[in-house]
């Protein structure tokens, strides 16, 4: 059975994947894993894969935990090419772990697809993976919580606090005006990045995928007003394909 760690600045999500199966994912703040804990929750573990977007010490006490027990471990890394799918970048390794995994996971989802991949957690990506497996670069903006904390800690004069709201109407105080702002700004620029994959490839509306993930997709979805889909855990099905 195969461990995979998503590890943020917070908290990590993770999953077990059993001969191709993934269970639902599951949720740890940061400071609560610790070696007792690892061995409480995954008695049973031959290999550890982890992402970790934030460089935190939790890699290191994964990875002793993993030497203890002689569990295989394997902190992921972009790479140029993988499993058909080739970087944009010209330097893969100053490309998010995240963005690559789930380039991997929506090549194997849907192969020989276009696909435009917006990945909303604390920054929102987008990212363009072409028909032939070749990733054609991307876009990245602040998430929707960053957006609203910047306004607010960066403007003397507008108040308010950071809300989970998903509404697109016109508000009547000044921090709900942010908040709102800042989900339209959201589907904005994923708008736009829609319209640019079309422009760039010649392509008609109904040969893209459009593909959301991370924390804020569902509600990203419900306003995205195109044919689209929500793939919770994309960057695990990645992971179940990377190879090193």
């Known amino acids: 059975m195969r461990l995979f760690f998503d590890i943020g600045n917070s908290r990590c999500k993770y ?4 001969e191709g199966t993934l269970t639902d994912i599951k949720y740890q703040t940061v400071d609560k894993i610790d070696n007792n804990w690892l061995s409480e929750m995954f008695p049973d573990v031959s290999h ?82 072409d028909d032939t497996g070749q990733h054609q670069g991307g876009w990245i903006l602040g998430g929707i919580d960053s957006l609203v904390t910047s306004l607010l800690a960066n403007t003397a004069n507008v108040q308010g606090e950071s809300k989970m709201i998903n509404a697109l109407s016109f508000a009547s105080n000044t921090s709900d005006g942010v908040n709102h702002a800042a989900w339209a700004a959201s589907l904005g620029i994923i708008e736009q990045a829609y319209f640019q994959v079309i422009k760039q490839s010649s392509l008609h509306k109904k040969d893209l995928k459009v593909i959301f993930t991370g ?30």
């Open 15 to 18: 999953v077990l994947d059993s």
């Open 48 to 129: 550890c894969l982890v992402a970790d977007v934030a460089n935190s010490d939790v890699c290191t006490i994964i990875k002793v935990w993993c030497d203890k027990h002689s569990i295989s471990y394997q902190l992921l890394v972009s790479q140029s090419e993988n499993n058909g799918v080739r970087c944009a970048y010209d330097s893969p390794s100053s490309f998010g772990i995240d963005r690559w995994l789930a380039l991997l996971g929506v090549n194997k989802i849907y192969s020989q697809t276009h696909c435009l991949i917006i990945d909303a957690g604390t920054a929102t990506t987008l990212d363009y993976l």
């Open 215 to 244: 924390g804020n997709a569902k509600e990203l979805h419900r306003h995205f007003r195109k044919e689209c889909i929500v793939v919770e855990d994309l960057i695990f099905v990645g992971m179940q394909c990377y190879n090193n």
